[in-house]
């Protein structure tokens, strides 16, 4: 058996409202909501954390080889090349 534990919260008025209404209808309490809610919210971030999220990759294309005496490494002299070219 599990121990409840007090404590405090701010919830915004319209959310206990809400809250408040869904109890009355299913004969619950508030408290008893907030903590079913919660523990389903965690249950599913868990899920969600244990789930493999694909990585996303860049398509790739090959292109050639560069040109003979373009230097890839050397920015200055690459956008000089391509402001030549055009």
Do not use: Q
């Amino acid at each position: 058996m599990t121990t409840a534990t007090r404590t405090t919260i701010t919830i915004e008025g319209d959310l206990l409202d809400h809250l408040k209404k869904r109890a009355a209808m299913e004969r619950t309490t508030v408290s008893a909501l907030i903590d079913e809610d919660v523990r389903f919210a965690e249950l599913r971030r868990s899920e969600m954390e244990s789930k493999e999220v694909p990585r996303f990759t860049l398509p790739t294309f090959d292109l050639g080889e560069p040109k003979p005496g373009v230097d890839l490494a050397n920015n200055a002299a690459l956008r000089d090349f391509m402001d030549d070219e055009r």
